[in-house]
T-cell receptor, first 111, second 114 residues
Framework: AQRVTQPEKLLSVFKGAPVELKCNYSYSGSPELFWYVQYSRQRLQLLLRHISRESIKGFTADLNKGETSFHLKKPFAQEEDSAMYYCALSEGSSNTGKLIFGQGTTLQVKP | GAGVSQSPRYKVAKRGQDVALRCDPISGHVSLFWYQQALGQGPEFLTYFQNEAQLDKSGLPSDRFFAERPEGSVSTLKIQRTQQEDSAVYLC????????????FGPGTRLTVT
């Protein structure tokens, strides 16, 4: 069965420190991987997706099929990065697009 | 432009009551999804519509849950005989067709069953 695992419920770092939010998945086919973010009092929104290979707000994520991981990284955390981050998987472009989410990691960036 | 809207934003129901949650997707979006998010958990898929057709309802937890989208736009998620375990935030999302497109989420409806 498809599954997304985010092992850390809370990650706390100081401003300017590097950040890595971990995400591992289990899926037998070729999934599409996403990171969604929810800032305080805002709705869930897409941060980035692996097929676009973009850097959004300084964040990047590389799909590692060998390790079935899609970790989110940023070299220098900012206070405004504090939010809840969800890793999500969908079954690829031929499907409906339903998402399977991890449990989420709260990122807290301290001044 | 207007995003996805949901109403009511908060709903308190007594155990055994029926509730109806509404979702207004972004105009022109073919795909509509419902997710359930329990406290401290990630969203979990409930059901999917492509226009008015409900193509996947594999995530609905019981036959007390029913969703419809009769004209391919507004959708309603109905929960009959609510139970305490139904307490959660119910999220609606819409997108252009298929897995290639970003899903836009509504603010959610927080349901509390007492």
């Amino acid at each position: 069965a498809q599954r997304v695992t985010q092992p850390e419920k809370l990650l706390s770092v100081f401003k300017g420190a590097p950040v890595e939010l971990k995400c591992n998945y289990s899926y037998s086919g070729s999934p599409e991987l996403f990171w969604y973010v929810q800032y305080s009092r805002q709705r869930l929104q897409l941060l980035l997706r692996h097929i676009s290979r973009e850097s959004i707000k300084g964040f990047t994520a590389d799909l590692n099929k060998g390790e079935t991981s899609f970790h989110l990284k940023k070299p220098f955390a900012q206070e405004e990065d504090s939010a809840m981050y969800y890793c999500a998987l969908s079954e690829g472009s031929s499907n409906t697009g339903k998402l399977i989410f991890g449990q989420g990691t709260t990122l807290q960036v301290k001044p | 432009g207007a995003g996805v809207s949901q109403s009511p934003r908060y709903k308190v129901a007594k155990r055994g009551q029926d509730v109806a949650l509404r979702c207004d997707p972004i105009s022109g979006h073919v795909s509509l999804f419902w997710y359930q998010q329990a406290l401290g958990q990630g969203p979990e898929f409930l059901t999917y519509f492509q226009n008015e057709a409900q193509l996947d309802k594999s995530g609905l937890p019981s036959d007390r849950f029913f969703a419809e989208r009769p004209e391919g736009s507004v959708s309603t998620l109905k929960i009959q005989r609510t139970q305490q375990e139904d307490s959660a935030v119910y999220l609606c999302a819409s997108s252009h067709w298929g897995g290639d497109y970003e899903q836009y989420f509504g603010p959610g409806t927080r349901l509390t069953v007492t």
